[in-house]
C-alpha cells in the first residue's frame, strides 16, 4: 500500500471513472475525499466502504464545482480533516450534444466551468499545500475529444482540449517543485451512464443493443471495445508510484485506437 499517508480528492467520484480511481487510490492506503452527486445512502456506502479499504479516514464534499469558493473550501477540509492534498484528480464533467447554432449558452458555461475551469480552481488551490510538502500529483480526465474533435460537441471539445493544454502548463510550472501533472484521454467508458444510453438509442435509431454498441458508440474505436473504468484507474494509480516521477506534462490516450489514426 505504497500510498498509506497520502490524501487524494477526486471529483465526480460518486460513479463511473471517479468511484474507480478512488477505489484504486484507497486500496493502495491512501485517505480519499469524494465529491459529486448521488442518492446520500449510496453515497455514504462508498465512502465506508473507501475507509475500510485504506485503512484511513475517507470523507464525501459535496462542493458544486461550478462554485470556485465551493472548490477552495473543499480542498480546506480536506487538509484540515485528512491532510495534504498530495493527489488531485478533477475528474468531474458533464456534456451535452447540440450544432452551434443550437447550442444553449447556459450550457456552454457550465461544461466549461465543470470539464475545465473546476480543474484550474482545484489546482490553484491544492498546489501550495503541494509545494509546501515537496511532493504532488495531479491527475486530470481528459478526452479522446482533448485530440481530437466530434460534431456537436463544442463545448465539451473545447474543455478538453484545454484540460490538455492546462496540463501542460501547470506540469511545467511545477516541474521542480516534486509536483507531476499529467492528463488520461479515454475513448468511450463503460459506465452507468453509457449502458442507460443505449436503450434510447435503440429506439430513436431502430437498431439492436449491438448495433448501437458497435455502429454508434464504438464506430471510431477500432478495439470495438469499451474502455473500463479500471484500467484507468490503474493508470492513474500508476502515474502516483515514484517509478512514474519523471512524467510529466503527457497526455495518455486510452481509447482502443481512436486518436491512432
Not at 54 to 72: K, L, N, T, V
Not at 172 to 189: D, F, H, R, W
Not at 228 to 243: D, K, N
Request: hydrophobic letters at 50%.
Amino acid at each position: 500500500m505504497f500510498l498509506t499517508g497520502r490524501t487524494a480528492i477526486v471529483t465526480g467520484s460518486t460513479s463511473g471513472i471517479g468511484l474507480a480511481i478512488a477505489r484504486a487510490l484507497a486500496d493502495e492506503g491512501a485517505a480519499v475525499m469524494i465529491n459529486g452527486f448521488g442518492d446520500a445512502a449510496a453515497i455514504e456506502a462508498e465512502r465506508a466502504a473507501l475507509a475500510a479499504a485504506s485503512g484511513a479516514e475517507a470523507c464525501y464534499d459535496a462542493a458544486d464545482m461550478r462554485d470556485p469558493d465551493a472548490i477552495a473550501a473543499m480542498v480546506d477540509r480536506c487538509h484540515a480533516e485528512l491532510g495534504g492534498p498530495d493527489i488531485i484528480v478533477n475528474n468531474a464533467g458533464i456534456q451535452h450534444v447540440a450544432p452551434v447554432d443550437e447550442f444553449p449558452a447556459d450550457k456552454w458555461d457550465a461544461i466549461i466551468a465543470i470539464n475545465l475551469s473546476s480543474a484550474f480552481h482545484m489546482m490553484h488551490a491544492a498546489t501550495p499545500h503541494m509545494k509546501a510538502s515537496g511532493w504532488g500529483r495531479i491527475i486530470n480526465t481528459a478526452s479522446a475529444h482533448s485530440l481530437v474533435a466530434s460534431p456537436n460537441k463544442s463545448a465539451y471539445v473545447a474543455a478538453k482540449h484545454g484540460i490538455a493544454g492546462l496540463t501542460k502548463t501547470v506540469a511545467l510550472e511545477t516541474a521542480t517543485k516534486g509536483i507531476t501533472v499529467n492528463c488520461i484521454s479515454p475513448g468511450y467508458v463503460w459506465t452507468p451512464l453509457v449502458e442507460n444510453q443505449i436503450p434510447d438509442t435503440m429506439k430513436a435509431r431502430g437498431m439492436t443493443r449491438e448495433q448501437v454498441m458497435n455502429e454508434v458508440l464504438l464506430a471510431a474505436q477500432p478495439t470495438k471495445t469499451f474502455v473500463q473504468p479500471e484500467q484507468l484507474a490503474a493508470l492513474a494509480v500508476f502515474l502516483c508510484r515514484e517509478e512514474a516521477s519523471a512524467i510529466t506534462g503527457a497526455n495518455y490516450s486510452m481509447d482502443g485506437g481512436w486518436t491512432a489514426a
